[in-house]
Antibody, heavy 122, light 107 residues
Framework: QVQLQESGPGLVKPSQTLALTCTVS??????????WSWIRQPAGKGLEWIGR???????NYNPSFKGRVTISVDTSKNQFSLKLRSVTAADTAVFYC??????????????WGQGTMVTVSS | DIQMTQSPSSLSASVGDSVTITCRAS??????LNWYQHKPGRAPKLLIS???SLQSGVPSRFSGSGSGTDFTLTISGLQPEDFATFYC?????????FGQGTKVEIK
């Protein structure tokens, strides 16, 4: 059974780079027809898709992040990562990693991590 | 971006009640609509994909319908474990977008 687990600092200073890693267990990240996505949820707000990576390294990002985001994959470690640059307090949120299906049916996020809280504060 | 609007934003119901949550897209998304259940501190769970396809292991009291711009999630006979926040999400075109959520609380 595939499981995802987010890890990374819980506190980041304004203007710095937020960096998180998602470790995939119970299956190879490079197998199957999946994208690997990051999603966040600010306190009291809804879910926001940040972007995704395929095992080839190709990416798609939400334009609302205005070029601040990079998502990468390391198949040797069975991990994928998020970097969000120039953070402000508005980036404080719970960050989730999720597996996104791409098997010809409408895409969906079928497996999620439990989420990790990241606070942006000096 | 496609805007997803859920209603109501919250509701109170009793065990055994049937409830319906609606989700409206700002443009037609055909049947590219997913529903998730989220409990505090837990990973969100995919309930229904492609508007009406129940995921394996999800109880049959959950059902989804709709196409185009209007969709519904129905829970027929609420159980104690169903109290949570529910989100719709369109997978018609990126950036994927979610509704703001509907919190189902115990009356």
């Amino acid at each position: 059974q595939v499981q995802l687990q987010e890890s990374g600092p819980g506190l980041v200073k304004p203007s710095q780079t937020l960096a998180l890693t998602c470790t995939v267990s119970g299956g190879a990240i490079a197998s199957g027809s999946f994208y690997w996505s990051w999603i966040r949820q600010p306190a009291g707000k809804g879910l926001e898709w940040i972007g995704r990576v395929y095992t080839s390294g190709s990416t798609n990002y939400n334009p609302s992040f205005k070029g601040r985001v990079t998502i990468s994959v390391d198949t040797s470690k069975n991990q994928f990562s998020l970097k969000l640059r120039s953070v402000t307090a508005a980036d404080t949120a719970v960050f989730y990693c999720a597996r996104e299906t791409r098997d010809g049916t409408p895409n969906s996020f079928d497996i999620w991590g439990q989420g990790t809280m990241v606070t942006v504060s000096s | 971006d496609i805007q997803m609007t859920q209603s109501p934003s919250s509701l109170s119901a009793s065990v055994g009640d049937s409830v319906t949550i609606t989700c409206r897209a700002s443009q037609s998304i055909s049947g590219y609509l997913n529903w998730y259940q989220h409990k505090p501190g837990r990973a969100p769970k995919l309930l229904i994909s492609a508007a009406s396809s129940l995921q394996s292991g999800v109880p049959s009291r959950f059902s989804g319908s709709g196409s185009g711009t209007d969709f519904t999630l129905t829970i027929s006979g609420l159980q104690p474990e169903d109290f949570a926040t529910f989100y719709c999400q369109q997978s018609y075109t990126t950036p994927w977008t979610f509704g703001q959520g509907t919190k189902v609380e115990i009356k």
